[in-house]
Nanobody, 123 residues
C-alpha cells in the first residue's frame, strides 16, 4: 500500500507560479513512476505529467509543456510539480498518482491516488 498526500495548492494570479508537493509513504518510492493529473470543475480528470522511478524520464501533456516541470526526490519520498506562467484554464484539483509503470500511468492505469489539492488561477 502507498499513501499519497498532496500540498501546495492555493489561489494565484495569472502568470504566477506554484509548486505542488506529493509526499509518499508505504512501499519503496523509487519503484513507482509518479505523475500528476488534474480535474477542472465539471470536467474529466486529465493527465498532466509523469516521471519514471529513477527520475530519468518525464512526459508532459501538450497543454503544460514548457510551463510545468515534474521532479522527484527519492530520498524524501516526494514528487513535485513546478507550475509557471499559470493560466485560468489551469484551475483544477490536482491529483498525485503512483503506478508501477510510467506507460501505464500515462494510460490512466493508476495504482494509487492522492486526495487532491485545489489550484485556482484568477484573472
Amino acid at each position: 500500500q502507498v499513501q499519497l498526500v498532496e500540498s501546495g495548492g492555493g489561489l494565484v494570479q495569472v502568470g504566477g507560479s506554484l509548486r505542488l508537493s506529493c509526499a509518499a509513504s508505504g512501499r519503496t518510492f523509487s519503484n513507482y513512476a509518479m505523475g500528476w493529473f488534474r480535474q477542472p470543475p465539471g470536467k474529466e480528470r486529465k493527465f498532466v505529467a509523469v516521471i519514471t522511478g529513477s527520475g530519468g524520464s518525464t512526459v508532459y501533456a501538450d497543454s503544460v509543456k514548457g510551463r510545468f516541470t515534474i521532479s522527484r526526490d527519492n530520498a524524501k519520498n516526494t514528487v513535485y510539480l513546478h507550475m509557471n506562467s499559470l493560466k485560468p484554464e489551469d484551475t483544477a484539483v490536482y491529483y498525485c498518482a503512483a503506478s508501477v509503470d510510467a506507460l501505464r500511468l500515462g494510460l490512466y492505469e493508476v495504482d494509487y491516488w492522492g486526495q487532491g489539492t485545489q489550484v485556482t488561477v484568477s484573472s
